[in-house]
């Protein structure tokens, strides 16, 4: 179970390469509006020691601090990634982070990528979006295309629905990542002729300019999940592949 602090790395990254990780969320807890069967910091009601979220003025701090020392030593740094023990979006100071985030990246690192990933939940807010379509990676899930299994593999806390979800996206107008995770278990099958065709449409609608798949990679909290192969993901979406959508598959 993953526990990160404000900023931590460089990690090298499957889809970021050297990624300077930042955690926007408690650093001894969880903290996020779903409760992904397959989320590698655990459930979230085993994450709630801890409930203090960082400010503003404690990232930059933190972050300066970490971006003089990799400067310094001659660490490379390709992307500063928001990701860490939960859902990013959540933290109230999140637009402000953002704009100190990509002060700091301009000043230490001018060609590193400022990345956010994030369950796309909360791009309804303006803030939010407005704080979004700075950064050069708003990197958003969608891993279900109907409501049902939404409710299965990502257990929403709260209203989710899959439709108010794909109107957001529309309005960053292709210039964002779709992410989405690809598994299965005895009770369903992302990959299923349904399940896939519904999303495929999804892809087409919101014209994303990289989509991102990928499968487990590391423990998951439920203990019935079954990854995909590359080459059985890329079969997958091999449609996609041939329309020219830009597709990143990583297993």
């Known amino acids: 179970m993953m526990r990160e602090e404000l900023v931590f ?27 992904c069967i397959y989320c590698e910091c655990g459930w979230n009601k085993d994450g709630r020691t801890d409930e203090k979220l960082p400010t503003a003025d404690d990232l930059r701090a933190a972050l300066e601090s970490m971006l003089v020392k990799c400067s310094e030593s001659g660490t490379p740094i390709d992307s500063i990634t928001f990701s860490g023990d939960g859902e990013p979006t959540l933290n109230p100071d999140f637009a402000r982070i953002i704009d100190v985030t990509l002060e700091l990246r301009d000043r230490f690192y001018p060609n590193a990528k400022v990345s956010v990933l994030s369950n796309a939940t909360r791009i309804g807010r303006e803030d939010v ?20 299994l939404a409710a299965l593999v990502n257990q929403p806390q709260g209203s989710y629905h899959v439709e108010d979800v794909v109107r957001n996206l529309q309005r960053f107008e292709g210039d964002f990542v779709l992410q989405t995770m690809f598994l299965k278990s005895g009770s369903f099958d992302t990959s299923s002729p349904d399940v896939l065709e519904g999303w495929m449409d999804i892809v087409r609608k919101v014209h994303p300019r990289e989509v991102m798949i990928y499968t487990l990679d590391r423990e998951t909290p439920a203990k019935d999940l079954v990854k995909f192969s ?7 979406v091999k449609p996609l592949i041939e329309e020219g959508f830009s597709i990143q598959i990583r297993g």
């Not at 790395?9 to 903290?31: A, E, M």
């Not at 700075?134 to 891993?143: A, E, G, R, T």
């Open 9 to 35: 790395g460089p990690i090298h990254s499957r889809r970021l390469g050297s990624s300077l990780g930042i955690n926007l969320l408690p650093t001894k807890g969880k903290l996020c509006n779903f409760d």
């Open 129 to 148: 979006f407005s704080a979004l379509r700075k950064v050069d990676n708003p990197i958003l899930k969608i891993d279900a295309p109907a409501d049902d």
């Open 230 to 236: 590359v080459d059985e993901m890329r079969e997958l």
